[in-house]
């Protein structure tokens, strides 16, 4: 691999340290925990986020009309996201252990913290579930398709692609066909190093 594009790796690495530092302190200004994946508040913050709370009914009465006809829309997006995760969960048990490719944690992906928020009622709590659930699918969806195509393709493309997953700046160049031939067994093997550790806890 180009030294350049490993140092800027170990670089984002560092920075990565740093943005988990801030949140750490972001924690202890907001008072709270975060135990066996519960978070656990101070009970001054608990009776403050309440005191802010707005009641389901006003809530309802007070959004905005086109967000109460989209809703049934977002809603029905429940249906492809069950199939999705299915399939992705499917797909990985089947095809991964052929191919030698460690499978992906989902639990990693699936972060359901924002129903501990006092402050929020019961529909906004669903909502965010919803949030959670199809931003983490989707998380976990990238995670199986990029390590599909590290075994697959570990090929970069011609032209930037935006938001490129982290496994992407390890590909062979394109059309370096002397280093694809010589590495591709090499990265085939190489999953953990860019394993991504889960986040919070």
């Known amino acids: 691999m180009n030294p ?21 302190k972001k924690r202890e200004e907001f ?8 978070v656990r508040f101070a009970e001054e913050v608990i009776l403050q986020g309440r005191a802010l709370k707005i009641g389901l009914l006003r809530y309802l009465r007070e959004a905005h009309p086109f967000n109460v ?6 809603y029905t997006g429940f249906i492809p996201l069950l199939f999705l995760d299915l399939f992705v969960t499917l797909y990985q048990t089947i095809c ?4 030698g490719i460690p499978k992906a944690r989902r639990g990693d992906y ?30 976990y969806f990238r995670e199986v398709a990029a390590r599909t195509e590290q075994y697959w393709c570990p090929i970069k493309h011609a032209r930037r692609i935006r938001s490129a997953h982290q496994r992407y700046p390890r590909f062979f160049e394109y059309g370096d066909a002397d280093s694809y031939r010589k590495g591709l067994e ?5 999953f953990e190093s860019n394993k991504t550790p889960p986040d919070g806890a």
Not at 4 to 24: A, D, G, H, Y
Not at 31 to 38: A, I, L, N, Q
Not at 96 to 99: E, R
Not at 117 to 124: D, F
């Open 4 to 24: 350049k594009i490993e140092e800027l790796i170990q670089t984002l690495k560092v920075i990565e340290e740093e943005m988990e530092s801030e949140f750490r």
């Open 31 to 38: 008072r709270f925990t975060v135990e066996e994946k519960r």
């Open 69 to 74: 006809l989209t809703a049934p829309v977002i």
């Open 96 to 99: 991964f252990p052929v191919y």
């Open 110 to 139: 699936m972060v359901f913290d924002r129903g501990d928020l006092p402050y929020l009622n019961a529909l906004e709590k669903f909502n965010c579930f919803y949030c959670s659930y199809a931003n983490g699918l989707a998380a």
């Open 186 to 190: 090499r990265l085939r093997r190489q």
